[in-house]
């Protein structure tokens, strides 16, 4: 989950939304812009001296144009046009919004350089602003161009990170020295707000904050803290959920005090809990295992450059050590978009934010 679930936004956001042929002609919003780590960066490290890149085969063995820089194995499914990565952003493309997202990035500045370079959430912040000022100059004065933001939706996940590469891995980072996991996840969200605020400050209305998921489940945690290889790393999963819950109450806090703020969160562990606790249901088979990988649980090494991957990908709920496949990204966005349960997204769905 080196990021855990929030590739599919990427996936069914933009059908949904009106950005893929399947969808209706003219899209429900008019740009969509994407803040996070491995699971929605498409293309921004892959010029950068960084571990974290996924623009290899076999990623992308299923995107009509092969490897691009996604680490999630989730085509596009004949979209018109993917929103385009800030590297590559040029000229009025940006009005359809942009992807910041930097793979082993995190809320802490420090948090995955082990990786090499990333662009963390301030970084990511601060290139809003950049694109902020070019729509600024594109559609000619500052007010029309907060009423177009206004529209917008935009979804952050970040989060993921600040655990699996910073505060469960102690031979690099000191903080579970430095913070019990209540006291580290109000670090992460004292930090996190500040940056999510500096985006309402730059126009930024509609905001998706998607948890973090079950670290805990992935293949890479089995491999190395599951006993049975089977049962998830409790110890994860429960610093998981105390970040979780902070999230969600900041989502509160954001809509009781930002003048027309429309937060959701949306419940990534808990949709993701009913792929792992009823696989069967949703067509899976495999859940402890990745698709594409080395050693114990095909999770101790991820997916290796032309490496072979498993044929039935869709019964594997990981695509790698890290990472779900693209047919358990798809169920996850569906349920982000349209909720099912209750549970799902706080207070809404992201098809009412779009709607208001």
């Known amino acids: 989950m080196g990021g855990e679930i ?20 003219q899209p429900q919003v008019p740009c969509y812009f994407i803040f996070g780590d491995s699971l929605v960066d ?35 499914l004949g979209f018109n046009g993917s929103i385009p990565p800030y590297a590559n952003a040029r000229g009025r493309d940006i009005l359809k919004g942009v992807n910041y997202a930097s793979a082993a990035a995190g809320i802490r500045a420090e948090t995955g350089q082990q990786l090499g370079a990333r662009t963390d959430f301030t970084g990511q912040v601060n290139n809003y602003k950049n694109t902020v000022s070019q729509v600024v100059n594109l559609i000619g004065d500052e007010n029309s161009a907060a009423n177009y933001l206004s529209k917008c939706i935009y979804s952050v996940g970040m989060g993921s990170n600040d655990y699996l590469n910073n505060y469960f891995m102690p031979l690099y980072y000191s903080s579970s020295r430095q913070y019990t996991p209540e006291q580290f996840a109000n670090v992460l969200i004292q930090q996190y707000s500040q940056q999510i605020r500096t985006m309402y400050n730059y126009g930024a209305r509609k905001v998706a904050l998607i948890g973090v998921g079950q670290i805990g489940c992935s293949p890479n945690e089995l491999a190395q803290n599951s006993p049975d290889g089977r049962t998830c790393v409790q110890k994860i999963n429960s610093a998981n959920q105390i970040f979780n819950n902070k999230l969600k109450a900041l989502v509160d806090n954001f809509n ?30 495999v859940t402890n295992a990745g698709c594409c990988g080395v050693g114990r649980n ?18 594997y709920i990981f695509w790698d050590a890290f990472h779900p496949t693209e ?12 909720a099912q349960k209750a549970s799902d997204a706080y207070p809404m769905d992201i098809r009412r934010l779009a709607q208001l």
């Open 6 to 25: 929030k590739k599919w936004l990427v996936l069914v956001l933009m059908v949904n939304l009106g950005y893929g042929v399947m969808a209706q002609s």
């Open 42 to 76: 498409n293309g921004n490290n892959n010029n950068i001296q960084s571990l974290a890149k996924a623009n290899y085969l076999p990623y992308g063995i299923d995107y009509p144009r092969g490897p691009t820089g996604r680490f999630s194995n989730a085509e596009l």
């Open 256 to 285: 009781n005090n930002l003048p027309n703020a429309k937060f959701i969160y949306i419940d990534a562990y808990g949709i993701f809990q009913d792929l792992i606790d009823k696989p069967s249901a949703f067509g899976f088979k």
């Open 298 to 315: 095909n999770g101790q090494i991820t997916c290796l450059p032309l490496q072979t991957p498993c044929r039935n990908r869709n019964e």
């Open 327 to 338: 047919a358990a990204n798809i169920i996850v966005g569906r349920r982000s978009y349209s």
